[in-house]
């Protein structure tokens, strides 16, 4: 594969690994550039991951690259714009729809857990719940009422690192049905990056009114207590002399 010599991936600081790979460069330190100028012209860029939602506009801003920006908070049920971690999903084909991650690196799932030079796992299970939530609200939506998602089942596969580089996720939908209460969808979610596939999530999802879901939970968390303290009033039997 011929590689541009100008060209330069841009990636989080966090990734210290990974930036002492040859043309990576730190988004602060490429920033600080344009903002200085001393680099009068950008060149080529890769954005990779790590990058916050202002960094993205900024460099969008300041290089005229076609830059992807995260969709909003609330469409992936996220309080905090850095735990968003993808960005506008779009239909690619029958049943299927994809969306660029976007890793901010202060997310949640990455703060306290980075080792090596690849995007943790768990980080790309939420990518794929955050892709499921805005595909399933947005474009298959079974009821015009408020709803939650429930997982009835998921299936991970892991196949190679997925590195602070651009990479998609991929959601296709294998059946939706209805049921007696709300209705359920079975889907694969597909993380790829360099046209490989890098993991895989087979999931049925639950889609389930509000009022029945809060009125579940409620009488679930209500039996779960009255078991542990009839657990604790059992007396323990006494020690042997």
């Known amino acids: 594969m011929r590689q541009n010599a100008d060209a330069r991936a841009v990636v989080g ?87 660029p991650l976007l890793l901010d690196q202060r997310v949640e799932v990455l703060e306290d857990h980075l080792t090596g030079q690849h995007i943790p796992a768990v980080t790309l299970l939420e990518a794929a719940r955050q892709t499921w939530t805005v595909v399933i609200e947005q474009f298959l939506p079974s009821t015009e009422e408020p709803t939650r998602f429930v997982i009835g089942s998921i299936r991970s596969a892991f196949h190679s690192f997925v590195f602070p580089l651009p990479a998609t996720i991929e959601f296709r939908l294998v059946r939706q049905d209805a049921s007696p209460v709300g209705s359920s969808v079975d889907c694969v979610l597909t993380v790829r990056q360099d046209s490989r596939t890098a993991a895989e999530f087979e999931t049925t999802i639950r889609v389930i009114p509000e009022a029945v879901a809060v009125k579940q939970e409620s009488m679930a968390a209500r039996q779960a207590v009255r078991a542990a303290l009839s657990e604790a009033a059992v007396p323990a039997p006494a020690a042997a002399s």
């Open 13 to 99: 600081d966090r990734f210290k690994e990974f930036l002492g790979n040859a043309g990576t460069v730190p988004v602060t330190d490429l920033l600080d550039a344009l903002r200085s100028g001393d680099l009068t012209a950008a060149p080529p860029i890769v954005v990779g991951q790590g990058l916050s939602a202002d960094q993205l506009r900024e460099l969008r801003e300041r290089t005229g690259a076609d830059v992807p920006l995260p969709v909003g908070r609330e469409l992936t049920h996220k309080h905090e714009d850095k735990n968003v971690l993808i960005g506008p999903v779009r239909l690619a084909g029958p049943d299927l729809y994809t969306a």
